[in-house]
């Protein structure tokens, strides 16, 4: 299934190096230069993911999120940060925002951030409170999208893998786990590859691999990676 996408980026190059590398993932992007445009676009249109640039003129990603909730849009959004910019992300998410990337992010990492809020998205709509106390209704779909949701929902196998046996969406660190796992295998051990595909450095690669062999050998996790669950970034 094609998820429709909200690309908010103020950077031309950017956002052409993005609309490429999201159209390859399978997704309909629609791109937005600013916050204001992106708001429009939000009343206008229902879509299933915004891509959201924090760092915007005028309106900024923040000012985005903060008029999403109040009013009542739920779409899920990923936020994109600078590594020097992290500090921002823990209030993104503070704001609703489901998670976050590091530019340039990679395919591999774009793709998991995304399928993952969406389903997040899915099972557990943003209702973000209002200044007044009262509930803020959810952004209603019409009911065409409704039953494409619906088939979604019943079809869609990737969400289903980033689910847990109770239907709960998994943790952050096990995807990521998962993720780094598997792209090791996919790229025959190629760190810097393995660390270009991801969107990080190598130095972050290696302390998150000497992480997850702790933890496996703390818990008796086993360390091999299910390639049905990650697909190749290319």
Known sequence: MIHSLLLVEDDPDEARRLDAALTRLGYHCVCAPNGDAALALMVQTRFDVVLLDLVLPELDGMGVLAAMAARGIATP???QVTAA????AA???GAGARDFVVKPAGALRL????ANAIAL?????????SSGGGNVVAFPAAPAQREVQAEAEASDAATVM?????GHSRRLDQIEAEAIRFACHLYGGRMAEVARRLGIGRSTLYRKLAEM????????HPLEPSAAQFVAAE
């Open 213 to 220: 062999e702790s933890a496996a050998v703390e818990g008796n």
């Open 91 to 93: 209030g993104a998410l």
């Open 77 to 79: 959004v990923v936020v």
């Open 162 to 166: 980033r689910l847990d046996a109770g």
């Open 85 to 88: 910019g992290l500090d921002g």
């Open 111 to 114: 793709q998991v951030a995304l």
């Open 121 to 129: 998205g899915r099972i557990r709509p943003a209702l973000a409170p």
